[in-house]
């Protein structure tokens, strides 16, 4: 924390009232900075003035800062059909909302949670409220996340609802207004925590002056409350994620690491014995409950969306046989449909005995006659939206109408709709968003926002978030903001008046017992780091090639060295990896050289392996330190740039000598931070046995029958053995004690032998599958390879003896993924599982 | 009338398929007018059976799981079914269907009965404007629900050509609907949609025909493999009634339910998911006769 000096208090006055000087807020909608009567209000003058007290430059500093931590902390988000994500945008000003505002909110969004809950619980139990007419059994049908298969299923732990969210906006009169309800995988809340982190970091005396209400003790009692729902003790509790490619993908990686839970995708789970488990590399282990940001439709391929490949065959089974707690319930989403909204008012009566707190726009579902001729009779001051989300049916992309802005032709055809099919349509007050402050070009200017606020359930009730996820829009006239192109998102203080004691996850009520070895490593990330690791190493493997014939092209063209053989075996070594294109004549060994290094079209150039280390890294991005993550980032950068423009030789060999800076920068962070119960060993063997499959490759071509003292030279070059042979011998390089230090000796850290006893150390180390101690198969195969290797004689040596050790290590790699990542008949996590009919 | 219905699928793998898990929908219901007095399923690699449910529309539904490596799968039904259903209401009787739709609109019950769960689009039977307009021809204002329904059953019938090469379960029913042609699940799929449309309800029925025609009466089509018709909505006073837009007719005692659902989705036969990689072969056979008892 950096010491904070004021500086003098005119100028800083003078900021604020130059920052604030052309602020202009609509009209006839509220703003957050002003009072209806134009006055500057308190809280914010309170925050400017101790903002302006930084001076430029230091507030700057403070922003400059905060976008970095953005970066470093991997913040990021995808808009829908995107490739590429996008950094997180978050705003410089909070949303500010001092706590007596706060609580009716709180109190609110809590007694809105547990009515949706009753309501859930009703709808998918005896269903009362519809048998009594209070609620139209057509307004939950129509709903696509009515899940049929969940009617007259007991939810595990109790309920159906445990962690809900309300998207809230202030009405033209200033009260806050529900203007939708998020059941089904509310998100969001991760990025929430992640603005905090941000921005309380870039702003630490303000936010301590200003007593933000702290977000930990929300995630900490959501936590302890699934985890007493599950019927074991100390549980499993898993975050299903529909994987790398979904929109908020970051932000469930982030909350699983923060909340502990295990980040899973559907893959990783199977069903057995009527219970979920997940594949890990200890076996399968009991899921016992699950927080899903998979949608129920996708949950399970046999009772929903036969197509889904996101969930996992038999999870409504497990479900109704009680064993797994779903937060939320599959169906849940159903409380997200427009239409309910309509019912919500008289349910809040019949079913809380209270009126709603906080009242949502008001609402009228079209499937009631008297609902429908209210609609028509005043549907130019009505929005009209599909009752149960998604297109507006008959408008074609259109979500919404606006009864004002309608055609006389498009009136006619929405009447005629709606009396034909009004079960499909709701008619909507109009809601324009209320603004507050943003920070543009240096100053202040009102922008509309919507503020998401979450509920969790606890063991007697609700804890509500105390802050949110605000989308501030960036154009001033809106209706709805969703995190597309140019939308920016706030961090949101919720400010007291007495001092807030300083919380985070961790556990002080009680004493933790100390745990050292992780949670066992599910198979499909195990599966994932082997291949990170056996990417990387190929990667440095073709560099390291380039490398040595870019030397030796260059000193060709300088002195007259006997470089012929070897250029041409190198080079013929790139195409036999696919690294270069094959049957390519008119390629000189300078253009083979440079096409392996940063080529994108041959799958095995280094560049094309680099992109499939990125991609294994990106599904266990989780289990990565940002720097691995962006180092890896960096070299595919590197060599992709390199290759998108012409280059001369030097530099061409500068970007490949820094490549391999790079990857050996990557090697050492994870050997260093990589906790070694985490999925280290997996990375590990992947590079072992990769570098042991790649050595004798090497050892075949430069040391066979025919080696001669310039490919001796040339190998001992690839294996960085140069100093340690000259070191050792005095005559030049002569075949057996050449290959004794690439296959045998046990000190040399790049030899056959040295990855085998790695390799031996690592299964030895894993954990076991039988209890009668009787060794696994992959550790049969690595003691062996591993013993052989050590009472081989280098003079006895040659190609075929050779050979047959790499085909040993390529069926060690197999049988090491049927042991630890697919588990046999259970199911293979790398193949695609696909329908019978 | 009592059948014996033998119902055999073959799957065929080019690879060897490690493990497989599915649920079979084949067994016929027992109610509306039918009654199962005997079935039996048995699968080749036998297969250790997990569960056996009923689903939400009251269909049964047996779960197993074969952990045998295998490249022929065989899924054998043999079933006996008493049929006996009482004839329709004179359709002339039957509501306007206006009031039908507002029946509909303001069922208060959840159960699977309810005419609520027909009224929507749904996965294989998407709402599309010619479909609705197609169907409206035949329900001029006040005519009687079953009037209505089974002019649109005759006219698909009339409008449609059999034609199994026209589609394939992937096709779009607006497309099968645009080209006139398609397989019973087409023509069901389309009269649905066309009903719904008007927001009525109407539901998805898969079953099995009597392989040989009652004497003196011409082979039905869609015999010789699994059959879909669908059944339309009344009214609170007559309920659902069943009409096949492929044969034209009303579903008397030569037709026999598998399953309800509110399409194709909801009553799939097999459906299910194997571990192993490969295209497959599907052969299936149906033989529906009457028992000799």
Known sequence: ?837 | MIYDIAHRTIFKYDAPVASARCAMRLIPRSDRGQTVLSSHIELSPSAEFINERIDFHGNRVCEARILKPHTKLQIALAARVEVERAPPPAPALTPAWEIVRNDAYASDSLAASSPAHFIYASRFAPLFDSATHYARESFSPGRPILEGALELTQRIHADFAYDPEATHIATPIAQAFERRRGVCQDFAHIMIAALRGLGLAASYVSGYLRTYAAPGQARLEGADSTHAWVSVWCGPEFGFFDLDPTNAVVVGNDHIAIAIGRDYADVSPIDGVIIGAGDQDLDVSVDVKEAAI
């Open chain 1, 1 to 837: 924390m950096s010491a904070e000096r004021p500086i003098e208090t005119d100028k800083a006055s003078q900021r604020v009232a130059a920052w604030i000087a052309q602020y202009a807020p609509m009209r006839d909608a509220p703003d957050e900075l002003f009072d209806h009567d134009g006055r500057l209000r308190t809280h914010w003058r309170e925050f400017l003035d101790a903002l302006a007290a930084f001076g430029d430059d230091g507030l700057e500093q403070r922003f400059a800062a905060a976008a970095r931590r953005i970066d470093d902390m991997g913040v990021s988000y995808r808009v829908h059909g995107e490739a590429k994500e996008r950094s997180w945008p978050l705003g410089r000003l909070p949303l500010l909302i001092p706590e007596s505002e706060w609580r009716d909110i709180a109190a609110g969004v809590a007694q809105r949670a547990e009515l949706l809950n009753r309501i859930l619980h009703d709808v998918y139990g005896d269903a009362r409220l519809v048998a009594d007419g209070v609620l139209p059994a057509a307004a939950i049908t129509g709903s696509p996340d009515f899940i049929r298969p969940m009617c007259g299923v007991a939810p595990p732990g109790g309920r159906w609802l445990r962690f809900y969210a309300a998207d809230l906006g202030r009405g033209p009169d200033g009260a806050w207004r529900v203007l939708g309800d998020r059941a089904q995988a509310p998100s969001g809340a991760g990025y929430a925590l992640e603005n905090r982190m941000v921005l309380s970091r870039a702003l630490p005396s303000l936010y301590r002056d200003m007593n933000v209400e702290r977000l930990a003790p929300f995630f900490r009692e959501f936590r302890a409350s699934i985890s007493r729902a599950a019927q074991r003790v100390d549980p499993r509790i898993c975050l299903l994620t529909p994987g790398p490619w979904s929109e908020t993908y970051s932000e469930q990686v982030h909350l699983a690491r923060y909340l502990g839970f295990t980040l899973i995708e559907g893959e990783d789970l199977v069903m057995s014995d009527g219970k979920l488990h997940v594949r890990t590399i200890a076996g399968l282990k009991r899921a016992d409950a699950i927080w899903r940001r998979v949608d129920a439709d996708w949950c399970d391929p046999l009772e929903q969306n036969a197509a889904s490949r996101l969930g996992v065959a038999g999870m409504f089974e497990a479900i109704r046989r009680g064993d797994v707690v779903v937060a939320n319930m599959p169906g849940a989403g159903l409380i997200e449909s427009r239409a309910l909204m309509s019912f919500l008012p008289e349910l809040s009566e019949r079913v809380l005995g209270e009126s709603l707190k906080l009242s949502n726009v008001a609402t009228w579902w079209c499937g009631r006659e008297s609902e429908r001729k209210q609609v028509i009779e005043a549907l130019s001051e009505r929005a009209i939206n599909s009752a149960f989300g998604g297109r507006l049916p008959g408008f074609g992309e259109r979500r919404e109408a606006l009864g004002s802005e309608l055609t006389a032709d498009e009136r006619a055809q929405l009447i005629d709709a709606i009396n034909q099919r009004g079960v499909d349509y709701v008619a909507q007050e109009p809601i324009k968003l209320s603004t507050t402050p943003t920070w543009v070009d240096g100053r202040l200017t009102p922008r509309p926002f919507a503020l998401r606020v979450f509920a969790a359930a606890t063991a007697d009730g609700w804890t509500v978030m105390p802050g949110g996820f605000c989308r501030v829009s960036n154009r001033l006239d809106a209706r709805a903001v969703s995190m597309d192109a140019g939308a920016q998102s706030s961090d949101v203080w919720v400010l007291t008046s007495r001092p807030i004691e300083w919380s985070t996850l961790l556990p002080s009520d009680e004493n933790p017992p100390i745990v050292r070895a992780l949670g066992n490593l599910p198979s499909r990330a195990a599966d994932n780091l082997f291949w990170m690791g056996r990417y990387l190493e190929r990667a440095e493997a073709t560099l390291r090639i380039v490398r040595s014939l870019g030397a030796r092209l260059g000193e060709l063209q300088h002195i007259d060295l006997q470089g012929g053989q070897s250029i041409e075996r190198l080079a013929r070594l790139l195409i036999a990896w696919g690294a270069a294109p094959e049957g390519a004549p008119d390629m000189n060994p300078t253009e083979i050289a440079w096409s392996a290094a940063a080529g994108a079209d041959d799958y095995g150039s280094a560049l094309s392996v680099v992109r499939n280390a990125r991609r294994a890294a990106s599904i266990v991005r989780e289990r990565l330190s940002q720097d691995v993550w962006q180092l890896i980032g960096r070299i595919e950068t590197r060599l992709t740039r390199a290759g998108a423009r012409a280059i001369t030789e030097p530099e061409a060999l500068e970007i490949v000598e820094r490549s391999l800076h790079t990857l050996a920068a990557l090697s050492g962070l994870i050997d260093e931070n990589f906790n070694r119960v985490a999925g280290w060993s997996f990375i590990d063997l992947g590079r072992r046995i990769e570098r042991a499959i790649g050595t004798c490759r090497f050892a075949r071509q430069f040391a066979g029958d025919d080696a001669t003292v310039e490919t001796l030279d040339a190998l001992l070059d690839l294996l960085d053995s140069q100093i340690t042979y000259r070191s050792r011998y005095i005559a030049g390089a002569a075949l057996a004690p050449v290959l004794d230090m690439a296959m045998l000796d046990p000190f040399n850290p790049r030899s056959v032998l040295f990855q085998a006893m790695r390799i031996d150390e690592h299964l030895a180390a894993l954990p076991a599958l039988r209890d009668d101690g009787v060794m696994e198969r992959p550790r049969r195969l690595s003691v062996k390879l591993r013993a052989e290797l050590e009472s081989e004689d280098a003079r006895r040596l040659d190609t075929s003896i050779i050979l047959a050790f790499e085909q040993r290590l390529m069926s060690l790699a197999d049988k090491i993924a049927e042991r630890y990542f697919t588990h046999g008949a259970d199911g293979a996590a790398n193949s695609q599982p696909s329908r019978i009919a």
